[in-house]
């Protein structure tokens, strides 16, 4: 099973700033089934990124994955009040067909 | 409007069963697969199981700490899934979340709020 690793664990930005969130692989994942979520306290993760660095609908630009292989990273551009939440990595492995997610990334207010 | 709606979620003793409900609107329900996961008090996301479409078999696949308890099922005409869980443990507390996605390589686009399960004595 891979397991992914997210750091840091917490990240205290001002609005404004560029967010740098990472996610590590134990093992090579395809770019096409890595994906990024945000979640807000309460409430259902939203799908951020697919195929690593496709934007999902609605998504503002701000937002962008990138990388391969075992290293990805989200990155926000400027980050705006309401991006302060946790962001997960996840990946669809199919040998056996499963899915998993990092531990998770909390972006919050300094 | 796109929507899924969990329904069924409960306060259970260990050992027993309960059986959570997704209803699904504005969208052809039957075309997409069907995904729970679950998320314990203060935790990080984890999958549960899945169900294909029928397009692509209806089959279904379980993360391991789930399997051989847990059963997914899905009833198109209705627009509705259902995990059924069977011999409930403590550590099985958490809001369940169900969701859909087209192609996994698309992610998982619309995500339901969630339903609590509370397993204790």
């Known amino acids: 099973e891979i397991v992914l690793t997210q750091s840091p664990g917490t990240l205290s930005l001002s609005p404004g700033e560029r967010a740098t969130l990472s996610c590590r692989a134990s093992?090579?994942?395809?770019?096409?089934?890595l994906a990024w979520y945000q979640q807000k306290p309460g409430q259902a993760p939203r799908l951020l990124i697919y195929?690593?660095?496709s934007r999902a609908s609605d998504i503002p630009d701000r937002f962008s994955g990138s990388g391969s292989g075992t290293d990805f990273t989200l990155t926000i551009s400027r980050l705006e009040p309401e991006d302060f939440a946790v962001y997960y990595c996840?990946?669809?492995?199919?040998?056996?067909?499963?899915?998993?997610f990092g531990g998770g990334t909390k972006v919050e207010i300094k | 409007e796109v929507q899924l709606v969990e329904s069924g979620g409960d306060l259970v003793q260990p050992g027993r069963s309960l059986r959570l409900s997704c209803t699904a609107s504005?969208?052809?329900?039957?075309?997409?697969?069907m995904s729970w996961f679950r998320q314990a008090p203060g935790k990080g996301l984890e999958w549960v199981g899945f169900?294909?479409?029928?397009?692509?078999?209806?089959?279904?696949e379980y993360a391991a700490s789930v399997r051989g308890r847990f059963t997914i099922s899905r009833d198109d005409s209705k627009g509705i899934g259902y995990l059924q869980m069977n011999s409930l443990k403590t550590e099985d507390t958490a809001v369940y979340f169900c969701?859909?996605?087209?192609?996994?390589?698309?992610?998982?686009?619309?995500w339901g709020q969630g339903t609590t399960v509370t397993v204790s004595s």
């Open positions: 169900i294909r479409s029928k397009a692509y078999g209806g089959t279904t």
């Open positions: 195929g690593a660095s």
């Open positions: 969701s859909r996605w087209l192609r996994v390589a698309y992610g998982v686009d619309v």
């Open positions: 093992q090579s994942v395809s770019i096409s089934y």
């Open positions: 996840q990946q669809y492995g199919s040998s056996p067909p499963a899915l998993t």
């Open positions: 504005g969208f052809t329900f039957g075309d997409y697969t």
